[in-house]
């Protein structure tokens, strides 16, 4: 699911709907251009009733009667609306485990058939978008909002919806949500393989929010033993009966969530370099924005832009061809497994053997991962490259960036913390899977963060690929989104 957000202009106060993928928008209307603030935090949205009170009752006074209850009349309606968490999120799995293998052997007079057991890995990506309710307390019939198509758009939280409906309270809190989104995706969606030795997941970009949708809680007077009704606010759907005592205290409780739930309102800032005040390169999907004019770069953090540190690799001698820079996150990681602390790329050859090229110039180096911070599909395709990059650690060369004015900068899509929440999926994929002394080693590995650097690669473009000269990287320049 993909959604629009409905917004007023700060500039000008323009109705506007905007991707909720996009980081940077611009108005139609007065021309401005502006930041997204907020995303990182758990932010409330509301989904606005389609039906009015009356259209609501008329649609229950029709089920009644196509259910020859003729004696039944809806009486007292309330406009209540229902929490539900929703969690996005990029699901990684990976496992290593002991697989059966068939095999047929045949001698000249008889066909034998047997099973042997062999080392393997198995690895898994997905995109995940999963809604629950908030609220344990109550049942309306409505389990999930996912794959409703009466949802087109959703708009910000508005605490003057009390003046036309009523707010419930949730029970679930966010830490709470996490966890049960968290074990729900790992048991139905996990690898399930038997003789597994151990496994891995990981939830990458995870964007947690809360959306209040729209239901009609109606008191249903003159039959014994029902109640009440709710009906969809949107879709005008009579759902299951509820106990009418309860929903109707619930919904007359006028409860404000900003107000208990750590939640944050989304904001806007303007899109400008803060140093020279000139506009930033208008990339609506982007993380990072490097200043055309000062080449400085920014990230937004807690409502304002915090500077980036990045380098430029120098071309190598004979790159021939136009130069596309990539950007990748450098990460200066230690890796502790037990009493032994990895630095290095001589320890870290230690703990993963016959998974380096054998010469290295220079094996004491700092210990590097890198996490491609470009957008490229398919995910899988994402995880080999930087697989690839980490296994090279290339030795790189610094350009000033003064030396390379018209160099042109692929888009970051990819968060300096989620490049970290990477590092062990990368690690996972260079472990030779039939080796138990680098598996025992990748099980009890833990990985600390000792320094963040983005890094722009040049990448040649070589017609159908762009390719790395330093490493030999390659990938189709068709599944690269460089805005």
Request: glycine content about 4%.
């Given at each position: 699911m993909r959604f629009e957000i409905d917004i007023k202009c700060p500039q000008c106060n323009a109705a506007l709907s905007v991707p909720e993928d996009n980081y940077i928008f611009k108005c139609g209307f007065c021309d401005s251009t502006f930041h997204v603030t907020g995303t990182n935090e758990v932010l409330i949205y509301y989904l606005p009733a389609k039906?009015?009170?009356?259209?609501?009752?008329?649609?229950?006074?029709?089920?009644?009667?196509?259910?020859?209850?003729?004696?039944?009349?809806?009486?007292?309606?309330?406009?209540?609306?229902?929490?539900?968490?929703r969690l996005r999120a990029m699901f990684?799995?990976?496992?290593?485990?002991?697989?059966?293998?068939?095999?047929?052997?045949?001698?000249?007079?008889?066909?034998?058939?047997?099973?042997?057991?062999?080392?393997?890995?198995?690895f898994r990506v997905q995109d995940m978008?999963?809604?629950?309710?908030?609220?344990?307390?109550?049942?309306?019939?409505?389990?999930?909002?996912s794959y409703r198509t009466e949802i087109k758009s959703l708009r910000l939280f508005d605490p003057r919806l009390t003046d036309d409906g009523a707010i419930l309270p949730p029970t679930i809190n966010a830490a709470k949500a996490l966890k049960m989104a968290r074990s729900g995706i790992y048991s139905k969606f996990g690898l399930k393989l038997e003789h597994t030795a151990f496994s891995e997941q990981r939830l990458i970009s995870k964007v947690l929010s809360m959306i209040y949708y729209p239901i009609f809680v109606i008191k249903v007077d003159g039959i014994k033993g029902l109640t009440t009704l709710t009906v969809d606010g949107l879709s005008g759907r009579i759902m299951r009966p509820g106990s009418a005592a309860d929903l109707i205290e619930l919904a007359e409780t006028n409860f404000v969530p900003e107000r208990k739930v750590a939640a944050k309102t989304m904001g806007f800032i303007l899109f400008r370099c803060p140093d020279c005040g000139w506009?930033?390169?208008?990339?609506?999907?982007?993380?990072?924005?490097?200043?055309?004019?000062?080449?400085?770069?920014?990230?937004?953090?807690?409502?304002?832009?915090?500077?980036?540190?990045?380098?430029?690799?120098?071309?190598s001698d004979g790159c021939?061809?136009?130069l596309v820079f990539m950007p990748f996150w450098r990460l200066v990681v230690q890796i502790d497994v037990g009493d032994f602390k990895v630095k290095d790329v001589k320890?870290?050859?230690?703990?993963?053997?016959?998974?380096?090229?054998?010469?290295?110039?220079?094996p004491d180096r700092e210990l590097c991962f890198y996490v491609p911070g470009f957008n490229i599909k398919p995910i899988k395709n994402f995880n080999e490259l930087a697989a690839r990059m980490t296994r090279f650690q290339p030795g790189i060369k610094i350009a000033k960036k003064e030396d390379l004015p018209k160099t042109?900068?692929?888009?970051?899509?990819?968060?300096?913390?989620?490049?970290?929440?990477?590092?062990?999926?990368?690690?996972?994929?260079?472990?030779?899977?039939?080796?138990?002394?680098?598996?025992?080693?990748?099980?009890?590995?833990?990985?600390?963060l000792l320094g963040t650097t983005l890094t722009y690669f040049p990448f040649f473009d070589d017609r159908m690929y762009f390719r790395d000269p330093i490493t030999g990287a390659f990938f189709q320049k068709k599944s690269v989104a460089f805005e």
């Open positions: 039906l009015t009170r009356k259209e609501a009752r008329i649609k229950v006074r029709a089920g009644l009667m196509k259910s020859k209850k003729t004696s039944a009349r809806p009486s007292k309606t309330l406009l209540a609306y229902v929490p539900f968490w990684f799995d990976f496992a290593f485990f002991l697989e059966q293998i068939q095999k047929i052997q045949e001698t000249k007079s008889k066909t034998y058939r047997t099973t042997e057991v062999e080392d393997a890995k198995e978008d999963v809604t629950f309710p908030a609220d344990e307390s109550s049942d309306f019939g409505l389990k999930s909002l506009d930033l390169p208008y990339m609506p999907y982007n993380r990072v924005h490097v200043c055309e004019e000062c080449k400085a770069a920014w990230y937004e953090k807690k409502g304002s832009f915090s500077r980036v540190r990045y380098d430029l690799v120098s071309p021939g061809g136009k320890g870290f050859r230690q703990i993963l053997p016959y998974a380096f090229p054998l010469k290295d110039e220079n042109r900068l692929a888009g970051v899509f990819t968060s300096p913390d989620d490049a970290f929440r990477m590092a062990k999926i990368i690690y996972l994929s260079l472990v030779p899977y039939k080796n138990k002394r680098a598996r025992d080693y990748a099980e009890k590995a833990k990985i600390k």
